[in-house]
């Protein structure tokens, strides 16, 4: 081993760079932006279609969203969601929270469109950007 | 030779296996793990291999050294991110945890400039090698722990500070290193950072 010191701290290096990052992901499972491999199974990118969440997100743009939750029943108002409504993905915006005795229901908004309002519940959302 | 081959590569398993308690830290201890197991562990693998008389003392850096350059490696860093918050106005106060950080630097100092960079100091005999290889470890440690790209980074290099601190070159003592280390923690956490972003 001795003969093969500098080849060994070579190979060891480029084992603990990685292996470090693996365990940090490990540790910060989804609380940041995706900066290590742990976080990269989260990645969940939409690219926006449509007018209907003007002037915030604009028809084209590409956005990053994640798939992995804290706590589904939990997100907070404002949070972009991507929902299934009637087997369509749509992406809007919560308004509110309403907690009935079946359960915790979200209505979602859409920033362009304030008349159009849908009540979901949390096993529609896809995905979010609450990291 | 087989006892040559098992001082080269312990040292590099036993960091595996100290980063690896930290990152399951957190599991262990709500599984009932009753101390800190990173802590613990960076105390106890110098210890045993004192004890079996794998390493000496000496080695360790358990001597006075040079207390004029060691007070100088002491209090300069330390010294100087006290004045600067000091100039910014900050509010200082003890940190709550201030028991936890000395002991946790304390700790973190006897495994990797105690243990590490003596052992690569003889593995290598090269100063540069050891000092790099001791501080990138450091920084992948900080890495695990969930600090920044850039705040890692800054950690490897306070972490050559401190290898010179310890080294026969500078303070020629793990006392000087150590105190460093432990004064450095207590003032960035010290500070009160309410609204301010540093």
Same mark, same amino acid.
């Given at each position: 081993m001795k003969k093969y010191k500098y080849l060994f701290v070579t190979i060891f290096v480029v084992f603990a760079l990685i292996f470090a990052l693996v365990l940090r992901g490990y540790r910060l499972?989804?609380?940041?932006? /995706?900066?290590?491999?742990? @976080?990269?199974?989260c990645l969940y990118p939409v690219v926006v279609s449509g007018?209907?969440? @003007? /002037?915030a997100l604009k028809s084209g743009t590409r956005l990053l969203l994640s798939k992995?939750?804290?706590d589904k029943q939990n997100l907070p108002v404002g949070t972009i969601v991507f929902f299934q409504d009637n087997g369509v993905n749509k992406l809007g915006r919560i308004k509110e929270k309403i907690i009935l005795e079946e359960g915790v229901f979200y209505k979602i908004g859409r920033d362009a469109r304030p008349g159009e309002e849908f009540t979901i519940s949390p096993d529609q959302i896809t995905a979010s950007d609450e990291k | 030779m087989k006892n040559e081959n098992v001082s080269f590569i312990l040292p590099f398993l036993l960091w595996v296996i100290v980063t690896l308690a930290y990152a399951f830290r957190s599991t262990l201890q709500s599984a009932?793990?009753?101390?800190d197991p990173y802590f613990s562990l960076l105390y106890a693998f110098p210890v045993i291999l004192l004890i079996l008389n794998k390493i000496s003392s000496a080695d360790m850096g358990f001597r006075i050294g040079k207390p004029l350059y060691g007070l100088y490696f002491l209090l300069l860093l330390p010294g100087i991110l006290f004045l600067r918050y000091y100039f910014m106005g900050l509010q200082m106060q003890l940190a709550a945890n201030w028991l936890i950080l000395v002991v946790g630097s304390v700790a973190e100092e006897f495994f990797f400039r105690g243990y590490l960079q003596s052992q690569f100091e003889k593995s290598f005999n090269n100063t540069t090698i050891s000092f790099s290889l001791t501080n990138f470890l450091f920084l992948l440690v900080h890495v695990v722990k969930g600090y920044s790209l850039l705040s890692s980074l800054m950690t490897g290099l306070i972490g050559v500070y401190f290898s010179f601190a310890k080294d026969k070159s500078g303070g020629d003592s793990l006392a000087y290193s150590a105190g460093a280390h432990s004064l450095y923690n207590l003032v960035t956490s010290s500070v009160q950072r309410i609204g301010v972003n540093l």
């Open positions: 499972d989804n609380q940041s932006l /995706p900066t290590n491999l742990g @976080e990269l199974k007018q209907s969440m @003007e /002037p992995c939750f804290k | 009932g793990f009753p101390i």
